[in-house]
Every structure is written in structure tokens, then in C-alpha cells.
């Protein structure tokens, strides 16, 4: 597996904190956790199938401070206690770049839909535009990559605002 296409992974533990207020809203407290615990885990063993490097970036709480509940082998996670998405993100970018990567693809974490299809065109865009973008039904964003260069360019200049909308897009596709 090479580290040259990494996937981001960002996700927050299925406390009621955390969960989409639209989630919540829709399906009631219990059933709202439920179902993103499942939307998160299915997303994450979409992504982890896959012949890509994730980095996997982990806002901790006190039930959930490991991520046994999301995988049994436990994976290892870059810790993002207390910052806010965007700075999770950038963190989160920053690392996967520095030990290696060429191209970085965010997947949303409510995107259990995401296909190995879909992460090799955004990565072979990105090849050519830098820049891929893709539009979820909801008008936000499932899926955002870039490259080493533009991400070094512009950073949290462009980063910052576009995670506000990543971390809004309760819905993907």
C-alpha cells in the first residue's frame, strides 16, 4: 500500500454532542447516535477495504476515548481533542502530507456509499486539477481532495472555510 494517495478520515466518538442536529431532530436522541455509530463504522470499512493509506483523525470523549467501538483491532488515530473541525482537518492534512503523501481525498463521515471507484477518479483528477470536489445531494460536500502543492499554497486559507461546509453536509450524495 502506498502512502503517495491518502484518505482522510475525520470522525467524533457517536456521543450525543456530536451528533447532527438534523440527525437528532428527525430520529430522537437514541435512534440518532444509533445511526450515525452505523453511517460512521460503515463509511470507515468502506474506506479501510480499500488500497489506500487513511489517517484517521479521532476528537476523543470520555466514554469513547479509544476507538474500540469502531473497529476491534483498534486503529491507531491522530488525536484531535478539542479543536475545531477545521484545525482537525488541517492537522490531520498537515500529518498525512508530512509522512508522505502526494494527494490527500477527505471522505464525509456519514458517506457509507463511498466506492474504490470513486476515491481512484478523485485521485486521478487530482493528478490533473489539483482540486476535486464532490457535490452531495444536499448541496454539501462528500468527498474533497487536493494535492501537496495546493494545500501548501493556500492551506487554511481555502481549507478553513470549505471544512465549515465539510463538517455542515450532514447527508452526502
Known amino acids: 500500500m502506498s ?4 484518505v482522510i478520515y475525520l470522525i467524533h466518538p457517536p456521543d450525543i454532542e456530536f451528533i447532527d442536529p438534523e440527525i437528532k431532530k428527525n430520529f430522537g436522541v437514541e435512534r440518532s447516535i444509533s445511526i450515525t455509530k452505523a453511517l460512521i463504522t460503515k463509511t470507515y470499512s468502506k474506506i479501510k477495504k480499500m488500497n489506500y493509506m487513511m489517517v484517521l483523525g ?19 488515530f491522530l488525536e484531535t481533542d478539542g ?3 477545521s484545525s482537525a482537518f488541517n492537522k490531520v492534512a498537515e500529518y498525512a502530507f508530512r509522512v508522505g503523501a ?9 458517506c457509507p456509499f463511498i466506492e474504490n471507484g470513486d ?14 470536489i464532490g457535490p452531495a445531494a444536499n448541496k454539501g460536500i462528500y468527498l474533497l481532495g487536493f494535492n501537496r502543492e495546493l494545500f ?5 486559507t481555502i481549507i478553513s472555510p470549505v471544512t465549515c461546509l465539510l463538517y455542515t453536509s450532514p447527508s452526502p450524495r
Open 3 to 6: 502512502r503517495e494517495n491518502t
Open 58 to 76: 479521532y476528537s476523543r470523549s470520555k466514554k469513547f476515548f479509544d476507538l474500540r467501538w469502531l473497529d476491534h483491532d483498534e486503529p491507531g
Open 83 to 85: 479543536l475545531s473541525y
Open 102 to 110: 502526494k494527494s490527500v481525498v477527505w471522505v464525509n463521515h456519514l
Open 119 to 132: 476515491l481512484a477518479l478523485a485521485f486521478s483528477n487530482i493528478r490533473e486539477r489539483q482540486i476535486v
Open 152 to 156: 501548501r499554497i493556500i492551506g487554511e
